[in-house]
């Protein structure tokens, strides 16, 4: 019982740090475009 509860949380941390990783990249994404426009927009004015 305690073998199949370690193996769901390892399953758990997995899938967690997959997300967090695709959260990172939404994050930096967001922060790049974010950065261009702001350079852009300052260029035009």
């Known amino acids: ?3 199949k ?3 769901q949380q ?3 941390t997995r ?3 997959t997300h967090w990783l695709v959260y ?3 994050f ?3 922060i790049t ?3 261009g426009v702001n350079e852009t927009a300052g ?3």
Do not use: P, S
């Open 1 to 3: 019982m305690d073998g």
């Open 5 to 7: 509860r370690e193996g």
């Open 10 to 12: 390892v399953v758990f």
């Open 15 to 17: 899938k967690a740090r």
């Open 24 to 26: 990172g990249l939404y």
């Open 28 to 30: 930096f994404a967001i």
């Open 33 to 35: 475009i974010f950065i």
């Open 43 to 45: 260029k035009q004015q």
